[in-house]
């Protein structure tokens, strides 16, 4: 009789084992995970893999769009509203924050950047205790490339913003965006700078890490960069 007991019971197990099998056969027949994979999701945000080249003048914002659209478009992304990540000042100042769309965000990879403007920021304290999914190995570019950060030879992580941490405008009396981007004259204001990496002097900020030493090529550079811009899908 325990013989009996004992056939049986292994012959349960080994039918249990051949269902559990089929399952996860018929699983990875439609996707690996038990269900179909959803697509990733287009791009909707990069960093501009080269710069213009003329420091920070890029033509003002209208100019630094059209450079994000140049972009996007080379890329196959070009049927949608690019913006640039910046922030004017003076009269009519436009917070960069404002110009960027609703967001999610994903980068050349289809990887999720932000849900929206307020985690992007950190507008609460638990989104800025989280903080966002930004840094060396997620801002990409819009070839899906990697921007050289602290470590790497040359350093390009600086990116132009013009932008304080929660991506307004500067309101005080100095230049924080090279003439509201269309200067590259040294010795006549600066551009406010983020981290593409989160990373080096003591700041962790991807858009607020510090201020250039001037507005030409050659001072952008100086300090860990090459021009660079944030560019976001509005749309």
Same mark, same amino acid.
């Given at each position: 009789?325990?013989?009996?007991?004992?056939?049986?019971?292994?012959?349960?197990?080994?039918?249990?084992? @051949?269902?559990?099998? *089929? &399952?996860?056969?018929?699983?990875?027949?439609?996707? #690996? =995970?038990?269900? /179909?994979?959803?697509?990733?999701?287009?791009?909707?945000?990069?960093?501009?893999?080269?710069?213009?080249?003329?420091?920070?003048?890029?033509?003002?914002?209208?100019?630094?769009?059209?450079?994000?659209?140049?972009?996007?478009?080379?890329?196959?992304?070009?049927?949608?509203?690019?913006?640039?990540?910046?922030?004017?000042?003076?009269?009519?100042?436009?917070? @960069?924050?404002?110009? *960027? &769309?609703?967001?999610?965000?994903?980068?050349?990879? #289809? =990887?999720?950047? /932000?849900?929206?403007?307020?985690?992007?920021?950190?507008?609460?304290?638990?989104?800025?205790?989280?903080?966002?999914?930004?840094?060396?190995?997620?801002?990409?570019?819009?070839?899906?490339?990697?921007?050289?950060?602290?470590?790497?030879?040359?350093?390009?992580?600086?990116?132009?913003?013009?932008?304080?941490?929660?991506?307004?405008?500067?309101?005080?009396?100095?230049?924080?965006?090279?003439?509201?981007?269309?200067?590259?004259?040294?010795?006549?204001?600066?551009?406010?700078?983020?981290?593409?990496?989160?990373?080096?002097?003591?700041?962790?900020?991807?858009?607020?890490?510090?201020?250039?030493?001037?507005?030409?090529?050659?001072?952008?550079?100086?300090?860990?960069?090459?021009?660079?811009?944030?560019?976001?899908?509005?749309?």
């Amino acid at each position: 009789m325990r013989k009996t007991v004992g056939i049986v019971a292994a012959t349960l197990v080994l039918l249990l084992g @051949a269902v559990v099998l *089929i &399952g996860q056969q018929a699983g990875q027949g439609r996707g #690996g =995970q038990g269900g /179909a994979q959803a697509p990733p999701q287009p791009m909707s945000f990069f960093i501009t893999s080269v710069g213009k080249g003329d420091g920070a003048n890029y033509g003002g914002l209208m100019g630094a769009d059209a450079y994000c659209q140049s972009m996007a478009a080379a890329a196959g992304r070009g049927s949608s509203t690019w913006h640039a990540y910046l922030s004017t000042q003076g009269a009519n100042a436009v917070n @960069a924050r404002d110009r *960027i &769309g609703n967001g999610p965000w994903y980068n050349q990879r #289809g =990887q999720r950047i /932000a849900m929206n403007v307020a985690e992007l920021h950190g507008d609460t304290i638990e989104q800025a205790r989280v903080g966002n999914a930004l840094g060396k190995q997620l801002s990409l570019t819009e070839k899906g490339t990697v921007v050289n950060g602290v470590g790497d030879m040359p350093n390009q992580h600086d990116v132009l913003t013009g932008s304080q941490a929660d991506g307004k405008a500067y309101t005080d009396t100095m230049d924080h965006t090279c003439s509201n981007y269309t200067s590259n004259a040294d010795g006549r204001g600066q551009v406010q700078l983020g981290h593409s990496d989160k990373q080096g002097g003591n700041n962790s900020s991807w858009n607020s890490a510090h201020g250039s030493r001037g507005c030409s090529q050659p001072n952008l550079v100086a300090t860990g960069g090459a021009g660079l811009l944030y560019c976001f899908a509005t749309n």
